[in-house]
């Protein structure tokens, strides 16, 4: 398996680009992990599909390189990059036994047959196959075929990644969620370096170690899901992680003191921004408590979820959200307080820290 280095990547698929709009990949300057699960997530058109092909050889970039362990493999076309990949349908032979399906990538680089025989065993148990294992492909269910695509991936033991493109959208709710936990096994098991490509949240944040979100052409944060979740930093990633979004409310800063329309409140540290820069105050809906102490808030609506209640009030002339649980009260005179440990600061839609 193999380090993954993104050295000042740039991808503009039409001629000539001018500016940062014409680059479907605007830069991309990364370093991933021998090992690592990484989840590229991000809405239709952020450029996924377009890093996740870089990687492969299917697509050379405009600019920069990428490397494989130090070794650049920019020219390298996809064969000669010992990659397995697992695309949205599953490619198999409906021809051949399911057995053959997963042999085939080892018989084709010459593996001896013992060898071949010892491993397609141990896959068809790790995908578990096995009672299937002489039965044409023809005729099973898409995710049984999905699991010969993932188990034709997994078989081999020369690979430097293993790319995923949204595997898992032909595959019916139940079997996505088993699937999903048998792949993070495996990786727990074999320790491969993974790249998932996926639009759904709950998919990124189960499967990876490290989620790389992406925003018109650009990774905004890469973190663990707890990080995304307690320190997003840009906005996009505070309203795409999350159900309901961050709430970002326009804020003046002065020093430690933030307002927000006619309320402010007072932070244990001064965050620093550029002058001129559009501030914002970034709380999540579960770190908002509703009691009758605080700031006051008019309620307009409450949602009852199952063991959770959202609230959509306004505050300060902004909507918010606030997610209670299905016991908590709501008082008539509402009002709100934001725990401070969990506020974050924007300016231009970035965080800025303590650290500033
Ligand atoms: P999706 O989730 O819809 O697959 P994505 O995040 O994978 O989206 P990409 O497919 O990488 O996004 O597309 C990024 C941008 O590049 C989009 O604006 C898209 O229209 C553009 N694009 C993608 N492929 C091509 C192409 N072959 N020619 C021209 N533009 C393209």
């Known amino acids: 398996m193999a380090r993954i280095t993104l050295d000042h990547i740039r991808h503009a698929y039409g001629p000539n680009p001018q500016s940062d709009k014409d680059y479907a990949l605007r830069e991309v300057d990364h370093e991933w992990n021998d090992g690592g699960a990484y989840a590229l997530l991000g809405p239709s058109g952020c450029g996924k599909t377009t890093l996740l092909n870089i990687i492969s050889g299917l697509l050379q970039p405009s600019h920069g390189r990428i490397l494989f362990d130090g070794k650049d493999v920019t020219n390298l076309a996809t064969q000669a990059r010992n990659i397995a990949q697992v695309f949205q349908f599953p490619v198999i032979y409906d021809t051949m036994t399911v057995y053959d399906n997963l042999a085939f990538p080892l018989r084709n680089r010459g593996v001896a047959e013992p060898e071949v025989d010892r491993r397609v065993r141990?896959?068809?148990?790790?995908?578990?196959?096995?009672?299937?294992?002489?039965?044409?492909?023809q005729g099973l269910t898409a995710d049984q075929?999905?699991?010969?695509?993932?188990?034709?991936?997994?078989?081999?033991?020369?690979?430097n990644a293993i790319l995923f493109d949204e595997p898992l959208t032909v595959i019916d709710p139940h079997m996505k969620w088993v699937l999903r936990s048998q792949l993070k096994r495996l990786h727990k098991q074999f320790g491969f370096t993974m790249v998932y490509v996926t639009h759904d949240q709950t998919e990124a944040l189960t499967f990876a170690d490290k989620v790389v979100v992406m925003y018109e052409g650009e990774i905004v944060q890469i973190g663990t899901p707890a990080e995304l979740?307690?320190?997003?930093?840009?906005?996009?990633?505070?309203?795409?992680?999350?159900?309901?979004?961050?709430?970002?409310?326009?804020?003046k800063l002065d020093g430690s003191r933030v307002t927000i329309g006619a309320e402010s409140l007072t932070l244990d540290y001064a965050?620093?921004?550029?002058?001129?820069?559009?501030?914002?105050?970034?709380?999540?809906?579960?770190?908002?408590?509703?009691?009758?102490?605080?700031?006051?808030?008019?309620?307009n609506r409450v949602e009852d979820i199952g063991r959770q209640k959202i609230v959509r009030a306004d505050f300060?002339?902004?909507?918010?959200?606030?997610?209670?649980?299905?016991?908590?009260?709501?008082?008539?005179?509402a009002r709100v307080t934001f725990d401070p440990t969990a506020i974050n600061i924007y300016a231009d839609s970035w965080r800025v820290g303590r650290e500033g």
């Open 271 to 299: 965050p620093k921004a550029a002058a001129g820069a559009k501030t914002e105050l970034g709380i999540r809906p579960e770190f908002i408590r509703i009691g009758r102490e605080g700031m006051p808030v008019t309620i």
């Open 122 to 137: 141990d896959m068809l148990d790790v995908i578990d196959l096995a009672p299937m294992a002489r039965r044409k492909a």
């Open 316 to 333: 300060a002339g902004q909507p918010i959200s606030i997610v209670v649980t299905e016991d908590a009260e709501i008082p008539a005179e």
């Open 145 to 159: 075929k999905q699991k010969i695509s993932l188990g034709r991936g997994l078989v081999r033991n020369d690979v």
């Open 229 to 251: 979740f307690e320190k997003p930093s840009h906005t996009f990633v505070g309203y795409f992680i999350g159900s309901p979004g961050m709430n970002v409310l326009p804020a």
